[in-house]
């Protein structure tokens, strides 16, 4: 995605067609109108208001209906307009379509013509926020805690580290160390996920890896705030991170959240920073692969059948496919069952783009579809390697009554659970 301009008079985002750079205008008119997208999208296929074919068509009768009068100067006077309260008229895109997008990605993955529709979506969310400050009700909440306390949930900061006060783990003000675990808010805060982040320190302990945290100066990456259209509140959560990492000459990151990891690894390059970012996934496939990280033949393997889950963002978006599945067949002997969509294929849990802390229907739910696709494999365990599945999995199976059939495990807690000691 591109950064704006933040000038006195500038408007953001994109509300009038020909404000679209000119790979999306050609994708508008590129589309086949195959469908696959439709077919792919979880909003879509849970009975949302988005659908990924239908908003390029109208981006294209837009354009042709519009183009004219745009050629001509005229951006005021009779112009269709691009976004809408609905999208009952062809050609005007429905705010409800804009914010039901997980940016999962699928659309963009099984185009034959390579239709990139995440982003414009995106750049319509921004000229809804940054213009308009028109949004669902429950993102102004969401806003404000990331704003004013740098997590999603509004917890005061000074309890970002108090998930490790009793692992003895170092802080980057203290610690000489180049290497650093990015925890998350996820990790940091929510209950569940603490576990986990708990599990990747005791993993990278066990391997003598040398690393630190930031404590209580971590502040949150950004990923939904950039998704979801605020971009000026992301400039400044971005730059104040970069910042903070060159100040501690910080050369490598390891997180074991994909948003925070794409977020790292590909958004922050637009800010100047070019240090390598790791996800727990592939620093333990590699640990394990070398043999710096044992595992105690002793120990029972996970209990039953482990099916795994491709995350969005670790796979569509970074292409991390087997370096999970491969620490899971390390953990337990044997591979992964799977999901009937996988890989690339894979289905979204539901939570991307800023929708993890957005209301949805409980007879539509997007997590709901994939839950009962992985209770139909009779697994034992679910293994996710990402926060936000890990949380619409755990929900999932609580709504299907399922608690006492299956559990969701992070592939960080199976390595876990068999180290030595």
């Keep these: 995605m591109p950064r704006e301009e933040f000038k006195p008079g500038a408007r953001f985002g994109v509300s009038v067609v020909d404000e679209f750079s000119w790979k999306d205008l050609l994708d508008f008119t590129a589309c086949t109108e195959c469908g696959r997208c439709n077919q792919n999208c979880p909003a879509t296929s849970t009975g949302k208001p988005l659908n990924p074919r239908l908003l390029v068509h109208d981006g294209k009768v837009n354009l042709l209906t519009n183009g004219s009068r745009l050629l001509q100067g005229n951006r005021s006077e009779g112009l269709m307009p691009l976004i809408g309260k609905t999208d009952e008229h062809q050609g005007t895109i429905g705010e409800d379509a804009l914010w039901a997008c997980t940016t999962c990605g699928a659309c963009m993955t099984n185009c034959p013509v390579f239709i990139e529709h995440v982003p414009k979506i995106i750049k319509m969310r921004r000229h809804l926020v940054e213009n308009e400050a028109s949004f669902p009700h429950e993102l102004a909440v969401f806003f404000e805690s990331v704003e004013q306390r740098s997590n999603p949930w509004g917890i005061t900061p000074g309890d970002r580290a108090k998930w490790a006060r009793d692992l003895a783990v170092p802080l ?14 996820a990790g940091a805060f929510d209950a569940r996920n603490k576990k986990v982040a708990t599990a990747v320190v005791r993993a990278l302990k ?4 040398q690393f630190a945290i930031l404590g209580t100066e971590e502040k949150c990456c950004g990923d939904s705030v950039r998704r979801l259209g605020n971009e000026y509140l992301f400039e400044r959560m971005a730059n104040t991170n970069v910042e903070l990492f060159k100040k501690y000459d910080v050369r490598r990151i390891i997180t074991y959240c994909p948003h925070c990891y794409t977020t790292l690894k590909h958004d922050y390059h637009q800010f100047g920073m070019n ?3 790791r996800h727990h996934s592939e620093f333990l496939h590699e640990l394990l692969e ?9 120990k029972p393997v996970a209990d039953g059948k482990v099916l795994y889950h491709d995350s969005c963002y670790l796979g569509r978006y970074n292409g991390l496919y087997e370096e999970p599945r491969e620490v899971v067949r390390r953990v337990t002997g044997r591979k992964p069952l799977e999901m009937d969509r996988r890989l690339e294929k894979s289905f979204c849990c539901g939570a991307g783009g800023g929708r993890m802390w957005m209301e949805e229907e409980p007879e539509h739910r997007i997590n709901a579809n994939r839950v009962r696709e992985a209770l139909g494999k009779d697994a034992d365990v679910v293994a996710v390697a990402c926060p936000y599945c890990m949380t619409m999995f755990d929900d999932g199976i609580k709504d299907e009554h399922a608690e006492g059939r299956v559990k969701v495990m992070d592939i960080a807690e199976l390595v876990a659970a068999r180290l030595p000691g």
């Design 275 to 277: 240090m390598e970012v």
């Design 206 to 209: 066990a391997a003598g890896v």
């Design 290 to 298: 070398t043999g710096r990280l044992k595992l105690d033949g002793d």
């Design 172 to 185: 980057m003000s203290e610690a000489r160390c180049d290497t650093l675990f990015f925890v998350g808010c």
